[in-house]
């Protein structure tokens, strides 16, 4: 029996066109009257998914962040800060790389490079954001002084790296930190955080505190940040699109332009 059904959004659950698919809610709607919850976990922020959902956000259990901010509809009730020394030796690491850096935290994306293209991607995964560059100063420079002076920015839950389409060539010259990790999260994303956060470890937590096994949980994905929510379920798959590493551990289900998430889920539940 599925108690629990969690998916990633790009990629997975959403079209290419960032929007959910048809049929998206009246599923919900029925996953609800059954019991089963659905759970939207992302490496976006917190409050994008928020908006990305809507208007169905307020049913959801959202892992925001790569399982760094979590919470339930519109209240975070977990998040997991880096280190503020672990965020500025990313940073101070990455100089010179062809990636662009933000810090993310709970609340705001903060960001002092202000290339078009970065800033248009930063618009689809982050609702707010706020620009720290300082005129004379190198982007990396600017960031790392808000890093190390700016409060709220030494709150950071991950480190977001834009590689505009070169994540996985990019991704074995990341800077090594101890205590963090880094992890592809799309074609264009490499995102840091601590060793101990990760999807997997923010829905095994959710489990528990729901008194689920992981054998009544299904779950879908395409990206490696996806892989340990995936392996931790009794029953997972990645869309076609996924990325060929994933596709050689899980069995596949149709694209996200083909509703393959929500029609697998039909599937599986008899609806």
């Known amino acids: 029996m599925i108690r629990l059904i969690a998916s990633d959004l790009d990629g997975t659950l959403l079209k290419t066109d960032k929007t959910l698919p048809d049929g998206f809610g009246a599923l919900l709607e029925e996953l609800t ?5 659905f759970v939207a976990a992302s490496g976006r922020q917190y409050a994008n998914i928020l908006a ?3 208007p169905y956000a307020d049913g959801c259990y959202i892992i925001s962040d790569n399982g760094a901010v979590n919470g339930f509809g519109g209240n975070i009730t977990e998040t997991f800060a880096l280190p503020r020394s672990s965020t500025a030796a990313v940073l101070k690491g990455l100089d010179g790389s062809p990636a662009v850096p933000l810090i993310c935290t709970a609340d ?9 293209v970065f800033v248009l991607e930063l618009g689809r995964y982050y609702a707010r954001t706020e620009y720290v560059g300082a005129e004379g100063m190198r982007p990396i420079d600017a960031l790392v002084k808000c890093a190390e002076e700016n409060g709220n920015a030494g709150a950071a839950s991950k ?14 010259s990341m800077p090594a930190v101890g205590g963090l990790t880094s992890v592809v999260s799309g074609a264009d994303w490499i995102d840091f955080v601590r060793t101990d956060v990760t999807k997997g470890a923010a829905l095994a937590s959710l489990l528990r505190r729901l008194g689920i096994s992981p054998s009544e949980c299904l779950a879908f994905g395409d990206q490696f940040n996806d892989r340990e929510m995936l392996e931790l379920c009794g029953e997972s798959y990645v869309t076609a699109g996924a990325s060929a590493g994933m596709r050689a551990l899980f069995p596949a289900v149709a ?3 083909e509703s393959g998430v929500i029609n697998k889920i039909r599937e599986v539940l008899g609806l």
């Open 33 to 37: 009257k059954r019991g089963v919850t």
């Open 255 to 257: 694209s996200n332009d």
């Open 159 to 172: 480190i977001a790296v834009f590689c505009n389409g070169r994540a996985d060539e990019l991704i074995n």
């Open 108 to 116: 705001c994306g903060y960001y002092a490079d202000p290339d078009p």
């Open 52 to 54: 990305a959902l809507a």
